[in-house]
């Protein structure tokens, strides 16, 4: 069984910085694309950055320039991405969800994962 587990969600004010952590456990073969979504109320879920296996990053031009997602990287036996966030407006705010594209070894194929989801609130 695969889980992804968001953390570092928080109500943080206008302009401010906050980094998101998604951690990727489980019986992962290896990981094709790891990413970020958000959806705000009342919205559809909506892609914020993703990165490849090989380091290609891919952003929503609403956030390029302000956000930067890392590229996948191990610590112990978890898959690790962050999502570093920076000149937070409102419009920013919504549950963020990490995403993962992976393949395992009992079965052909790529399995695409979610996690539950982190909230960011900005707001003074």
């Known amino acids: 069984q695969v889980q992804l587990v968001e953390s570092g969600g928080a109500l943080v004010q206008p302009r401010g910085s906050l980094r998101l952590s998604c951690a990727a456990s489980?019986?992962?073969?290896?990981?094709?694309?790891m990413g970020w979504y958000r959806q705000a109320p009342g919205k559809q879920r909506e892609l914020v950055a993703t990165v490849t296996g090989g380091g290609t990053p891919k952003y929503a031009d609403s956030v390029k320039g302000r956000f930067a997602i890392s590229q996948i990287s191990r610590v112990h036996a978890d898959y690790m991405v962050y999502l570093q966030m920076n000149s937070l407006n409102p419009e920013d705010t919504a549950v963020y969800y990490c995403?993962?594209?992976?393949?395992?070894?009992?079965?052909?194929?790529?399995?695409?994962?979610w996690g539950k989801g982190t909230l960011v609130t900005v707001s003074s």
């Open positions: 995403n993962a594209i992976i393949s395992i070894a009992t079965r052909p194929g790529y399995l695409e994962v």
């Open positions: 489980g019986s992962i073969f290896s990981i094709t694309a």
